[in-house]
């Protein structure tokens, strides 16, 4: 009798990328899981770095400082208006790079599929992560797959991660707000996390809300060419707005004061917040982006935003201030003050 | 009435360790998440690129070539004897980085939690991790945390990603496995799938048997230093030795062909496996290496690998050989001949 663990050595038919299903077996380091590899990871994100076949990527880096950033991504559901975990996860670790004011140079994805999860939502969320690869000139060079049981998962996570190199000159940080700085965003607030929402709980606006997941370091790109002494560069992801405004406050030492009447949020995003009961600052973005520079780079660095498709929408939401207690407040649109703090609880569980 | 996703400001008490557990909102990017990460994770894993607090690490890298490796760990049971999930994730993403020759640089860690997973046990295995991750002299410098509702998720899974810079003059690859070649390994094989199997199915062995997880950069080191001309260097985790020689064979376009007796095996894993139903060619390792190199280089690496505690049972086991079908073969220990062939099927799931 064979044991476990010994062979078979018959044929192996292709994979059924059409009904079959992930087998604790494709995690399992053999045929399987090499199988899995060649006809599916590997056909859709081919590249000579992938093709290396070991169990790490080589390559020479350009000279400079590099950035390195990892980000899991959990988000259900897995498909939705405006992209799906695979392109999210490309998007995401590539914005992760880019706001250290770098060019990100490659990435790697490590899966965890849950028994029993589609082949074909498989081949198409890596069938996406590969066009959005592609789309953004940043390969993915390694990988690996892992397999759980049936209900000790939830279909597919993606944890990417991303390497970037820092040009010359720049030194974006958190730390590096100062009072008298002017506070940018790149564009409309809450897109993503509602649109998550909407399909998550079956509403059906009048207006599909589409998540803004895109690839910014192109515009970051243009951003650090027209003013490389950029200050501080986040984006709003999970705690929106907010949450970032209040990192960035508590990690330089400042407040922040904004005006409510200058944040871009789109009017449909607007009203479903409102049905919703969510506060559109707190609402999660994944291709939007907040900058902080000297007041006096401002209208240059707004111009260089509003002049790339990404930026179109940028504005001049507020400034930062003197302040100890590092408060983010807003000026209303009726004129009053109110203090824009912390994200406490969890208003959008899994959504990115 | 406050909006979801609006505020508390009180006071937010510290993190009870001893009898707390995972929420949602330590996921959400917020107050809860900042606590998670100022109160377990940086004081644990404190180090000059983490305390940098952004959403990447910056870093001047060494000259020359660079090499990057992730992986994913599920394991079950989380904690086993030898090591446990934290270990394991930095013990293997170091060995991937150092199966090019390369010198571990630096770990990224992304953790998916389960809603209610104990606080105490994410202390206790993120305190293992800066263990392991301080006696190897590689530092986790960015990271990330993700939580997914019970029922999604078994506790804690944790991807690595790990960034190595390749000596000068070192070409190790899958695909340089030459005909005549000698197959070295550094010592017992089977241990940590043994040891796992074992605490997962209750078995009490007279023995205990313990995992091998150990980080192997070191050991390394002292081979390049040795044989700089090293031909493929492999960790034969998931699907243990017989996986491993197939994927170099596969990859080089070469036969290989094994001693039985000259391969290391523990009499208390021999023992165990035979009781499981086990192939020990077959069962993962976390703390043990392939190496294949000119026969003329044989008997130098192998004393290298001898003179290092990590390699001290080190064996010089077969040789590759020419073959356009690409078998391992291997000759019994009774003088017969048998194919070791790829793993199938899936005898130890979540052994890594």
């Given at each position: 009798m064979a044991k476990r663990g010994s062979t078979d050595r018959g044929f192996t038919a292709r994979l059924d990328l059409r009904n079959g299903a992930v087998e604790m077996g494709h995690g399992a380091g053999g045929r399987a899981m090499a199988q899995l590899i060649d006809e599916l990871f590997q056909r859709h994100l081919d590249n000579p770095l992938l093709r290396q076949h070991n169990d790490q990527a080589l390559f020479t880096p350009p000279p400079g400082r590099l950035v390195i950033s990892t980000d899991g991504h959990v988000i259900t559901p897995l498909f939705f208006p405006g992209g799906d975990i695979g392109s999210l996860a490309v998007h995401g670790t590539i914005n992760d790079v880019a706001m250290a004011g770098a060019r990100p140079l490659y990435l790697a994805a490590g899966f965890v599929l849950e028994e029993g999860f589609p082949l074909a939502d498989l081949d198409r969320l890596v069938a996406s992560m590969a066009a959005a690869s592609r789309s953004a000139g940043v390969p993915i060079v390694t990988g690996d797959t892992k397999v759980v049981e049936r209900g000790k998962g939830d279909g597919c996570f993606i944890t990417t991660t991303g390497l970037g190199v820092v040009p010359d000159g720049v030194a974006i940080s958190g730390d590096q707000a100062r009072p008298g700085d002017a506070v940018l965003v790149s564009g409309s607030l809450g897109d993503h996390g509602v649109a998550i929402l909407s399909q998550r709980e079956g509403l059906g606006f009048a207006t599909e809300i589409r998540s803004?997941?895109?690839?910014?370091h192109d515009l970051v790109a243009a951003m650090v060419a027209a003013v490389p002494g950029i200050h501080c560069l986040r984006d709003p992801t999970r705690g929106g707005l907010a949450t970032t405004l209040n990192e960035l406050a508590r990690q330089s030492g400042v407040g922040m004061r904004l005006r409510e009447a200058a944040i871009p949020i789109q009017p449909a995003v607007a009203a479903a917040c409102e049905l919703l009961g969510l506060d559109p600052l707190y609402v999660a973005n994944e291709g939007k982006l907040v900058a902080i520079c000297a007041a006096d780079d401002a209208d240059i660095l707004l111009a260089a935003m509003r002049a790339h498709p990404l930026g179109?929408?940028?504005?001049?939401?507020g400034e930062v201030v003197a302040d100890p207690h590092r408060f983010v407040q807003m000026e209303t649109r009726f004129g009053g003050q109110r203090i824009v703090d912390w994200l406490a609880g969890e208003p959008l569980p899994r959504i990115c």
């Open positions: 803004d997941s895109a690839a910014l179109a929408q940028a504005a001049r939401i």
